[in-house]
């Protein structure tokens, strides 16, 4: 069923803000998904998923306080919402069982 499972830039989106915390804000997401994955991920791209993943509810957001550096105007950061950490977790719990059923000679030689 669609919908029901996460693609897997949503994924780690979610993941992404669970580890910035207090300071997932679009920009700063963006980086920190660059630094992590190595991948150059557009703002836009980011800010469409940002709104689909709140459409869903699976985060929440909240207007900061304006500040000088950003000319007054006000950053929007994100919180992982209950049904977001619960997705995350069964997408882990989805992966782990999936890895474990991988026998080991599989990957013998690439390490």
Do not use: C
């Not at 979610?14 to 991948?39: M, P």
């Amino acid at each position: 069923m669609k919908g029901t499972n996460l693609g897997e830039f949503e994924e780690i989106v979610l993941l992404t803000i669970a580890a910035l915390l207090s300071d997932a804000y679009s920009v700063n997401i963006v980086d920190e998904i660059s630094e992590v994955t190595g991948r150059k991920t557009k703002l836009g791209v980011v800010h469409a998923v940002l709104k689909r993943l709140e459409d869903k509810g699976l985060i929440t957001s909240e207007l900061g306080e304006p500040t000088k550096e950003r000319g007054g105007r006000r950053k929007r950061f994100f919180t992982i919402s209950k049904a977001g950490k619960v997705a995350l977790m069964k997408a882990k719990e989805q992966r782990d069982r999936l890895w474990g059923k991988i026998p080991e000679m599989v990957f013998q030689g690439i390490r």
